[in-house]
């Protein structure tokens, strides 16, 4: 098992309003990682009412979710949820119900919506392992979580895996921000572009180190010259004044 994730730069919601409701739909054969928790009624509960009591939920179930109870002396009746019901809970929050519940009428939930949370959170985590691999060089990852740019990028890398995920071509949109976020990424990396907002790990202020020609080395004769140099201490590549190259001195 990977080490969980700190941070998650980007929320599931995020992920979500980058590709819809389509975008997001499980597979066919993802069904079967579906939940398939039995919801039973623990008390009658009468028409028009907008609490049902059942047996402790195994699994969460999202609002809007319509569970069709039957059994038990009623009919198929089905029952949306007005409000999320978490693992646990002994009291569903319904819309007005049409008809009365009786007590040990059961429902089938799906999961189908618990499962596709599951697909959503690990396309966040993908995300932002991909924004820390480029930027976490520079800077920490308690601000990475601040910053809207890492927001920006870890949504269009995590939409982009889960498009593919679903075994289709992502379209060009999609294909574009990842790409877009991919590019900005690596200039940060390289300490050509700052995110916005938040500090490096460490000094912020001008870094440079100047090289010599040394011709005593057959080798590896470009050598910095540390009394010119940039002293403070990066955790990062430092950016190279390449013009010393063309110094006449030599360096003995």
């Given at each position: 098992?990977?080490?969980?994730?700190?941070?998650?730069?980007?929320?599931?919601?995020?992920?979500?309003?980058?590709?819809?409701?389509?975008?997001?739909?499980?597979?066919?054969?993802?069904?079967?990682?579906?939940?398939?928790?039995?919801?039973?009624?623990?008390q009658t509960a009468a028409l028009n009412a907008?609490?049902?009591?059942?047996?402790?939920?195994?699994?969460?179930?999202?609002?809007?979710?319509?569970?069709?109870?039957?059994?038990?002396?009623?009919?198929?009746?089905?029952?949306?949820?007005?409000?999320?019901?978490?693992?646990?809970?002994?009291?569903?929050?319904?819309?007005?119900?049409?008809?009365?519940?009786?007590a040990l009428a059961s429902a089938i939930d799906?999961?189908?919506?618990?499962?596709?949370?599951?697909?959503?959170?690990?396309?966040?985590?993908?995300?932002?392992?991909?924004?820390?691999?480029?930027?976490?060089?520079?800077?920490?990852?308690?601000?990475?979580?601040?910053?809207?740019?890492?927001?920006?990028?870890?949504?269009?890398?995590?939409?982009?895996?889960?498009?593919?995920?679903?075994?289709?071509?992502?379209?060009?949109?999609?294909?574009?921000?990842?790409?877009?976020?991919?590019?900005?990424?690596?200039?940060?990396?390289?300490?050509?572009?700052?995110?916005?907002?938040?500090?490096?790990?460490?000094?912020?202020?001008?870094?440079?180190?100047?090289?010599?020609?040394?011709?005593?080395?057959?080798?590896?004769?470009?050598?910095?010259?540390?009394?010119?140099?940039?002293?403070?201490?990066?955790?990062?590549?430092?950016?190279?004044?390449?013009?010393?190259?063309?110094?006449?001195?030599?360096?003995?």
């Open positions: 098992m990977p080490v969980p994730l700190p941070n998650l730069y980007c929320s599931p919601q995020d992920v979500y309003d980058s590709l819809g409701a389509e975008g997001t739909d499980l597979l066919l054969d993802d069904r079967n990682e579906a939940t398939g928790q039995k919801v039973v009624a623990t907008t609490t049902l009591p059942i047996q402790a939920l195994t699994f969460p179930i999202l609002a809007g979710s319509t569970l069709q109870f039957a059994g038990s002396g009623s009919d198929q009746i089905g029952v949306t949820l007005s409000s999320v019901a978490r693992t646990g809970d002994t009291t569903l929050t319904v819309n007005p119900l049409s008809a009365q519940v009786n799906s999961g189908a919506n618990v499962a596709a949370a599951r697909r959503l959170v690990k396309a966040c985590q993908y995300g932002t392992s991909e924004v820390k691999f480029y930027c976490c060089t520079r800077y920490d990852d308690s601000q990475l979580v601040l910053a809207w740019s890492c927001n920006r990028w870890a949504t269009a890398l995590g939409a982009r895996w889960l498009a593919r995920r679903r075994r289709q071509s992502a379209s060009k949109g999609i294909e574009a921000d990842a790409e877009h976020a991919l590019e900005q990424m690596l200039m940060v990396s390289t300490g050509a572009r700052s995110i916005e907002d938040i500090g490096t790990r460490t000094s912020g202020w001008p870094y440079m180190s100047n090289i010599d020609v040394d011709v005593r080395y057959e080798l590896g004769k470009v050598r910095v010259i540390p009394v010119l140099s940039e002293g403070t201490p990066t955790q990062y590549a430092q950016l190279i004044d390449f013009n010393s190259i063309f110094y006449t001195g030599y360096t003995w």
